[in-house]
């Protein structure tokens, strides 16, 4: 029975830290393909990327967007966007199941001079061979405070 318990141990500590990784992994992927068509303004390919019923709640949106027609003109519309140099590092990626997974991370890009970032939340599933979002949220953080002169009043 000792021996079935340190055998069963063993395996899961060796086990779920692979999980975890292929987790990452996987979601790296599919955000540098997300990255790849963005920087390329494909908003076809940028859609291929999320399932049939998926849905996108980025900031500002007053209704979720769902399904590949509404994703595609939300698309359609992001890739005239002026933001360049995108990054998306993932954070944090665990699977939910064999089939799914949920990620966390920061992004950053460039609009016209000024570097603006903020964060996001994902799930990602096995879409036949692929891996897709099914469900992906965004936000941008506020701008940093305006500084003032460097001259203090208080003389």
């Keep these: 029975m000792n021996k079935m318990l340190c055998v069963l141990a063993l395996t899961f500590a060796v086990v779920v830290p692979a999980f975890a990784d292929d987790a990452k992994t996987i979601a790296q992927r599919v955000d540098d393909k997300w990255i790849e068509a963005f920087n390329k303004k494909d908003a076809a390919a940028l859609t291929a990327l999320y399932t049939a019923d998926a849905v996108l709640l980025p900031q500002g949106v007053d209704q979720p967007i769902i399904g590949t027609e509404n994703i595609r003109k939300f698309m359609d519309q992001m ?31 460039d609009a016209g001079g000024q570097q603006i970032k903020g964060t996001y939340m994902s799930v990602i599933v096995r879409d036949g061979a692929d891996w897709k979002y099914r469900a992906d949220t965004w936000n941008m953080m506020p701008p940093p405070p305006a500084t003032v002169g460097s001259g203090s009043a208080n003389k």
């Design 79 to 109: 890739v005239n966007e002026k933001l360049q140099n995108m990054v998306l590092p993932v954070a944090q990626a665990n699977m939910i199941d064999p089939n799914s997974l949920y990620q966390a991370g920061t992004w950053s890009a």
